[in-house]
Nanobody, 129 residues
Framework: QVYLVESGGGLVQAGGSLRVSCAASVFTFNNYAMGWFRQIPGKEREFVAAISASGGFTKYADSVKGRFSISRDNAKKTGYLQMNSLKPEDTAVYYC??????????????????????WGQGTQVTVSS
């Protein structure tokens, strides 16, 4: 129904920056809230950042506040996660997810895994020390 493709992952040194992208095959991207999650082998997928369908509201995990920035370009049907001041602890597979938001507030930000139904395949981000 909804196809999401992440890109932009790679290898970067600690202190560096990386931007990952999420391209969505939907008709109207602003009908969807979006989030980024990450997963380390052996651990559950954890919340990183999320943005409202309107694009006007965001939330971040405490571990990435001040370093990561989530954004979206509805015309391009693409979401982004700008990652600055990267740390080795940020190494993980990063996943994009969207939630169909019609019938709900366009300003609401969703932070739970179970609140999203559609996920991308993930992109690996590795931060070396």
């Amino acid at each position: 129904q909804v196809y999401l493709v992440e890109s932009g992952g790679g290898l970067v040194q600690a202190g560096g920056s990386l931007r990952v992208s999420c391209a969505a095959s939907v008709f109207t991207f602003n009908n969807y809230a979006m989030g980024w999650f990450r997963q380390i082998p052996g651990k559950e997928r954890e919340f990183v950042a999320a943005i409202s369908a309107s694009g006007g509201f965001t939330k971040y995990a405490d571990s990435v506040k001040g370093r990561f920035s989530i954004s979206r370009d509805n015309a391009k049907k693409t979401g982004y996660l700008q990652m600055n001041s990267l740390k080795p602890e940020d190494t993980a597979v990063y996943y994009c997810a969207v939630r169909f938001n019609i019938g709900y507030s366009a300003s609401y930000v969703y932070t739970g895994r179970n609140e999203y139904a559609d996920w991308g395949q993930g992109t690996q981000v590795t931060v070396s020390s």
